[in-house]
């Protein structure tokens, strides 16, 4: 019996009934509602706002949070197959749902108020209430530490003054999640839109993510009541604990990508005659396409096992780190060898955020080490 092409280990097998199930609509919408449009949106650097009701009302948003915050509870592998299968539409798409659930919707959860879950969350979940998340900033985002962004307490309030630059989301955003120093430490902040002093600029003329909003992010002097602070957490751990979440979406992502790239370019090979033979026949394009089967089974197998550590409970900081990495990798390798560019123009910013690849190896250096080269 053939295998299939793009699930040579059968890895199918190996997921749960529900987890198919998720997989399979997902993909389903990717296909009759993403692929007929994303094309037209990457040209026109047009983000399809118009997608965003089916996706929520799929339960794709804040999928991995409880059902009583309007979530749909799923697993971690089941959140990872959406990503997947989002990303094989575009990476624009995956971003927007990325950043709605892991870094916006996840820290709301995990460090906010009960009563900043209720006013924001079920809201969140409907695709009522976007979020973008505030914490790199015009002079870069691999030191976080190095925060320029402060929040001063005066009485019962906060007054934040910085900026942040690269926001997915930023200018559809009805709220900002803001990571700013105070005298406590770090600390994240809740800001709504039309808050005084606050502002977002779209970024225009992109080569890539251009069917993903990108903004900066402007406080001058913005003003929030303590009920709008995260509660829950100070420090680094704050904003690093949302970036694992996300960072483990972004291990699956690629993988869409890839499997985008790889078909497309082989059933190029079987239609383009070259010589009375279709170039699927020759022995150079059958390396390529046997080299792209290769990385994309291990990267598959690489996001399971990672998604099920995740599940148990069991997942550290250092696996994401080297998931993504080579993840990314082995996705941004095939895309620029595969016809469609769109892709590769893509992952050349998903390769870069929620950590550089250099982050991500020197975080697997300091873990085989024990030796901090930062």
């Not at 890539?208 to 509660?231: G, I």
Request: hydrophobic content about 40%; charged content about 20%.
């Amino acid at each position: 019996m053939a295998l299939n092409p793009t699930d040579l280990f059968d890895i199918r097998s190996l997921l749960s009934e529900e987890e198919r199930m998720i997989q399979d609509s997902v993909a389903r919408f990717t296909d009759q509602k993403v692929l007929p449009i994303i094309g037209d949106c990457f040209d026109q650097g047009r983000f399809p706002k118009e997608l965003v009701p089916e996706i929520a009302a799929m339960g794709l948003l804040g999928s991995s949070l409880p059902e009583k915050y309007g979530c749909a509870n799923l697993n971690a592998v089941s959140y990872g197959l959406i990503c997947q299968e989002l990303e094989r539409g575009d990476s624009g798409i995956r971003s927007f749902v990325s950043v709605q659930s892991s870094l916006c919707m996840y820290p709301i959860f995990a460090y906010g108020s009960e009563e900043q879950r209720e006013k924001y969350l079920p809201g969140m979940a409907r695709g009522e209430i976007i979020g973008c998340f505030g914490l790199t900033e015009p002079h870069g985002g691999s030191d976080p530490a190095n925060m320029k962004t402060v929040a001063k307490k005066d009485g019962g309030d906060w007054v934040i003054n910085g900026a942040k630059m690269w926001i997915t989301n930023g200018n559809l955003a009805d709220i900002a999640i803001v990571w700013a120093q105070t005298d406590e430490g770090i600390q994240g902040f809740i800001v709504e839109k039309g808050t005084k002093g606050f502002e977002a600029q779209e970024v225009h003329k992109k080569m890539s993510l251009r069917a993903s909003v990108t903004s900066a992010l402007f406080f001058d002097s913005v003003r929030v009541p303590d009920s709008q602070r995260l509660p829950n957490v100070k420090g680094l751990k704050g904003p690093l604990g949302c970036l694992t979440q996300a960072r483990y979406g972004i291990t699956w992502g690629p993988i869409g990508a890839a499997i985008a790239a790889y078909t497309s370019a082989l059933e190029y090979s079987k239609e383009r005659v070259l010589f009375n033979r279709p170039i699927a026949a020759t022995q150079a394009v059958q390396l390529k396409l046997a080299d792209m089967a290769r990385r994309i089974t291990l990267a598959q197998l690489l996001s399971l096992q990672l998604g099920r550590l995740k599940d148990a409970g069991t997942m550290q900081p250092a696996q994401v780190s080297l998931a993504k990495w080579n993840n990314c990798r082995m996705a941004i390798d095939i895309c620029r060898e595969a016809p469609p560019i769109r892709h590769a123009l893509n992952l050349e910013s998903v390769i870069t955020y929620e950590g550089t690849e250099t982050v991500h190896q020197l975080v697997i250096g300091r873990e085989v080490t024990g030796i901090n080269a930062f």
